[in-house]
């Protein structure tokens, strides 16, 4: 760990203080969820210590891995969770990021450092949404549209259902008024109608009555 932080040191200051000499710059864009690898020329023929680091904020140039001349690769605090991979060859030096986010996006520096002289190349990352995310938030956009409609359509009928509901029992009540109140006044007409018939009394009748 210590001979890793010393060499990303002395590549950061070589960086700063030393001669620095741009090799290649350019760009790779990716959809996001796939794999990219992003390479760099190796055009010197001595041994060389090989970093690749990325620029965080625009100001701070954050680790990634290094690789010594013997081939053996460490990897910085942070990207030793797998999904970064340096490799080289005898062209080329690589860093393989796989299932890219946008996070990911940025600009990414390869290092050579020879006889105290630093070569860069800088590779920019472009992630961009993935057509099938794009298509996924489309697809979720409408069923959740098709899914408000159908709640709004069925709030609104059981609103207007409710409506009839009451207006019929208002009616019926009003009916059952109107009804009680008729057989009210008719049942007192009959009653005022009605007279109690008194029996006559015949003159040529004599009553008895027997003890």
Not at 48 to 59: I, P, Q
Not at 177 to 203: H, I
């Amino acid at each position: 760990m210590m001979n890793l932080t010393l060499i990303t040191a002395f590549i950061l200051c070589s960086i700063s203080w030393i001669s620095v000499s741009l090799s290649e710059s350019h760009t790779v864009e990716v959809q996001s969820g796939e794999n990219v690898t992003l390479q760099c020329t190796t055009i010197y023929k001595v041994q060389a210590t090989t970093s690749w680091f990325r620029l965080v904020n625009r100001t701070k140039a954050s680790c990634i891995s290094s690789m010594t001349s013997s081939k053996a690769v460490k990897y910085c605090d942070g990207f030793k969770n797998g999904k970064f991979q340096m490799s080289s060859n005898i062209s080329t030096v690589s860093l393989n990021i796989k299932e890219v986010n946008l996070s990911d996006s940025g600009v990414y520096f390869c290092g050579f450092n020879i006889n105290g002289q630093t070569f860069l190349s800088v590779i920019h990352l472009n992630v961009e949404e993935s057509d099938a995310t794009t298509k996924l938030m489309g697809v979720i956009l409408v069923i959740l549209g098709s899914l408000f409609v159908l709640h709004t359509t069925v709030i609104i009928g059981l609103v207007v259902k409710n409506r009839k509901l009451q207006r019929a029992n208002e009616e019926k009540n009003r009916q059952q008024s109107e009804n009680l109140g008729s057989d009210d006044l008719n049942y007192a007409a009959v009653t005022f109608c009605q007279k109690a018939k008194r029996r006559a009394v015949e003159p040529n009748v004599v009553y008895a009555a027997t003890r």
